[in-house]
């Protein structure tokens, strides 16, 4: 059957399912969002003279729901005009409706009463064929299916989203007993492509996959956490980032969820799982359990395993609570010799080697529940999945894992690890075993490129399914496909006569080992190649230049160096915007700065939608210079039509820079003037580059010319500069900005303005690009510019001065 989805219905308007309606409007869906009718009137409906029957009134859960979202933070839509998108109702009035819908998606109340009586009324209107899913995150299918037609249970399936839908990059798909294996088939396809999802397939156990195994993980980890004696700040400093986590760690993660969600599932599974042979882990530990039996349950009541206290002054101080008294405590500042000793290490994979093995408490810490996790994930298998791979998915997609409890075993050698295992008694399934007696000493293999998986029934290794949509550096770099590197870049054969250039610097700043690759990569390119992509797997994109070597300079008041710098900086720019062949750039997270400029010169973007793209450096007292703030003024010039008002247009393009306005999402990159019409969007991180690879496929097959440097951009001159400069003054005069701020903005209105030409005229990139070198370079000379990148640099924060 050959579906598409144009329209979506989502019965269900609490947190869950208006996000989710959010989201399918952000990939240009048509979505009816549902809810129930109120059965009181409100104070101040009252007041008003509406009865029940009004519309208003009808409609005011869901409305209220909807524009809840809508206003939240970080935000569930791309761009808040794809709100239009959505139609609200209630189920009184509205539910015959969902006849004319694609796709009914049921996101109420986890009670299987409540969900049964709803989807009775669904089969009075859905249209025989339409995909209905639940979004569940534990009842079983079987018992929601119950009672229902055949065509309903053929159709049926759960689709778990992971809260928040926008940014929690997993989907569960978790078919019905008689679901048609067409529609999981679909729902695993169309949740990649075009929800941008890592759809795992799971079978219908308790909690399903991601749950099971993360909330294990925690609980597990709060017994281990009891037993050591940790406190909070210890155990969130050992939890995150430095291990490849989620950036708020255990607690305070378990503060922003809510610990009685986590309480809930864990109470659940521990009632539904009889047979778990670690059913006990399940049980709630004393330094949970106060908590709960407290109502401190985080970020909802105001206070949890941390408790933020407002002074009368207006001060905020951010306590603990201590496991002994169960009383907030000032922060610790927790020192473990394991992660001092860590910080050599900028790889992940190194660094947990070295933290698992190391011999202190914070090794113990690791050994203990690292061990105790493999072991019960050995065990799950085939119970909650088939496959090994589904796990590592799953976990890392749903909880934000760099690294899957399987990938995380491998890097730390099976064979070696099980031995360690059995001493510290935790040992794992037979078929890990059996795996290791046959020779086959790792979960994953890299053959030929591609990633494989060790097979439990075949007990040989498999391809990973899915993954020839993908490019996978980190694969590739096991293939021998590196082709070029130093220690800042990397150029990968991505196959078909296309190459790729990787940054893995630190936050992966462009410095002069970047500005090599750069050039390297095109040259290389040029020569014998149809393109470049340049894109990494990091965190970030590019956080922009870095400072570190030009704050030395300018330091040293050294300018001929700085002058230098900046020259090669643009001219690296300029070669990417005018080589031979195609080169995209294919930028996710962060985009800032250097990262910014780069990926506006390339010939085409293929952004992550997930983009924060900016340039920002009147943060540190500068102002674009890698061509940034020419390329801002080419745009306006080029875009402008006959009958717009060309001081207004500018200025839209001035404030970006002057305000170092950053992106929330590539949609509004586009809005801001970042993308262009024609650059494109990819929802799944995944296929990002290789959607890149395929633009330089098809730009070369359309035969690629090289472009000609322009020079025709129109500049107003004194015109738009005394429009600036009045403006910066009423900001000064207004105390809205320091006089440092004026002085940058001074000088990127003269730039843009093309200098303090008479009148509107015709100039070149270069004269653009000289204009911006020279602004910078004075104001590097700047006092105060060197406080704010000494502050950058060394706080790890941003100065107003």
Known sequence: MNRTIKKVAILGSGVMGSRIACHFANIGVQVLLLDIVPFELTEQEQKKGLTKEDPIVRNRIVTSALQSTLKSNPSAIYDKAFASRITTGNFDDDLPKIKDYDWVMEVIVERLDIKQSLFEKVEKHRKPGTLITSNTSGIPMHMMCEGRSEDFQENFAGTHFFNPPRYLRLLEIIPGPKSKQENIDFLMEYGDKYLGKETVLCKDTPAFIANRIGVYAIISAMHTIEKMGLGVSEVDKLTGTIIGRAKSATFRTMDVVGLDTTVNVANNLYKALPNDESREKFKLPKIMEVLYEKKWLGDKTGSGYFNMIRHEDGSKELKEIDFETFEYKELEKPKFKALEASKEFEDLKKRIKHLVNFDDKAGEFYRATFYDLFRYCSFRIPEIADELFRIDQAVCAGFGWELGPFENWDLLGVKETVEKMEAAGEKPAAWVYEMLEAGNESFYTVENGKKHYYDIPSKSYKEVPGMDDFIILDTLKSAGKVIWNNAGASVYDLGDDVIGLEFHTKMNSMGQEVIEGINTAIGMAEKSYRGLVVGNEGANFSAGANLAMLFMFAGDQDFDEINLMIAQFQN???????????????????????????????????????????????????????????????????????????????QDAFMNIAMAKVSTSA?????????????????NRKRQLAEAKSKVLSLNEAGYTQPIEQTDIRVLGKESLALFEAGITGMRYGAYISEHDALIAKKLAYVMSGGDLSSPTEVSERYLLDLEREAFLSLTGEKKTLERIHSILFKGKPLRN
């Open 572 to 650: 690296t720019m300029m070669r990417a915007r005018y080589s031979s062949v195609p080169v995209i750039s294919a930028p996710h997270n962060m985009a800032l700065g250097g990262g910014c400029e780069f990926s506006l010169h390339s010939d085409h973007i293929q952004a992550h939608a997930e983009l924060y793209m900016g340039l920002v450096e009147v943060g540190v007292g500068l102002i674009p210079a890698g061509g940034g703030t020419k390329e801002m003024t080419l745009r306006f010039s080029n875009a402008v039509k006959s009958g717009d008002v060309e001081l207004n247009r500018l």
């Open 667 to 683: 949609e509004e990159a586009r809005n801001l003037g970042y993308l262009r019409k024609e650059d494109g969007i990819t929802l």
